[in-house]
């Protein structure tokens, strides 16, 4: 269990947990359990010191919550070099959050101040990986503790990621599939080779059928939709193939193996979609014709909004507590 200390200002609300070496499956609830946030966004620090690395997220309250309905929680994870606050200003979440009435958790990766912040997705990225941080662990650590303080839907528990964010949400998905209802990654695979003295990692095959939506740029240079070294790499890393990556959820959910496909937005975006899959756990993947690594504001490829179409594809799946 974590000891939790509740301290308060003004602007945030600061929660420290002294944790071990890996999070616990579940916060544990103090006696003095914390007021519920309002609408708006908020900061809350978690503080791991067997490492020595101050945690913390965002979480965004729609605006015109009533203070007592539980609320789907949509969790969304920045990518590398990036941080929680700016991920939530260019992915248009919370925007979308006050519209359609859902809780947003923004995690933050670990690094110096607002620079070089990483996720431990496996075979990337930065600290995170040479720490071996259990950040799987870390970002459902968050999602309890934001239970603690406002009622939410466990049912409808999605996770959302860009780059290696993206990566971290597919790793969720394969370790922990029994509580998410849905992930969606967005210039993201589903693992690589590290180094070139390292194997190739990849996620789990996960135990039970897991909803996905991918979307990535055909001219992705980070993260090459074709698999293989980045453009842009400086180091001697690669990344699995969009096709493989893919591949991977429409096995392990057991899909009808031929997708349907169509052209949407003038020809940019190519969306298929695999059906007949266990548990309803479809998987949908858009190809979107000459998009680079940038994550799909709602100008983009005539109209194309990633944030709105990821939400209501998280609409149409719950799981059962």
């Not at 020595?52 to 309905?69: E, I, K, L, M, Q």
């Not at 390292?198 to 897991?210: F, Q």
Request: glycine share 12%.
């Amino acid at each position: 269990m974590f000891p939790i200390r509740i301290l308060r200002t003004a602007g945030w609300t600061l929660a420290t947990v002294t944790a071990g070496a890996v999070y616990a499956p579940a916060l544990a609830a103090p006696a003095d359990v914390p007021r519920a946030l309002g609408p708006g966004t908020h900061k809350v620090l978690i503080d791991q010191r067997v490492s020595g690395v101050r945690r913390s997220y965002y979480v965004h309250v729609p605006a015109g919550w009533d203070g007592t309905t539980p609320l789907p929680v949509v969790v969304a994870l920045h990518g590398a070099f990036s941080t929680a606050r700016k991920f939530e200003a260019e992915s248009g979440l919370s925007r979308l959050a006050d519209r359609e009435g859902f809780l947003v958790v923004y995690p933050q990766g670990i690094g110096l101040g607002d620079l070089f912040r990483h996720w431990n997705s496996g075979h990337c990225c930065g600290k995170a990986r040479e720490m071996n941080l259990d950040d799987v662990g870390f970002v459902l650590a968050a999602v309890d503790d934001v239970a603690r303080r406002n009622p939410v839907d466990r049912g409808r528990l999605y996770v959302v990621g860009h780059s290696n964010g993206g990566m971290l949400a597919y790793r969720i998905a394969a370790e922990r599939p029994e509580v998410v209802a849905a992930v969606a990654a967005v210039s993201a695979t589903i693992g690589g080779i590290p180094a070139a003295d390292e194997p190739e990692w990849t996620v789990p095959r996960p135990k039970h059928p897991v909803p996905v939506l991918a979307v990535h740029g055909r001219a992705d240079e980070n993260v090459p939709y074709e698999g293989g070294r980045a453009e842009k790499s400086r180091g001697k890393s690669s990344a699995i193939s969009v096709t493989r990556s893919v591949g991977l959820w429409v096995d392990a959910n057991g899909c009808d193996p031929g997708p349907r496909v169509a052209m949407m937005n003038g020809g940019r975006v190519e969306r298929q979609w695999w059906s007949g899959c266990g548990d309803d756990a479809e998987v949908v993947l858009y190809s979107l014709d000459g998009w680079g690594h940038d994550w799909p504001e709602e100008d983009s490829l005539g109209g194309f909004d990633a944030a709105a179409t990821i939400w209501r594809f998280f609409e149409r799946h719950r799981r059962t507590p």
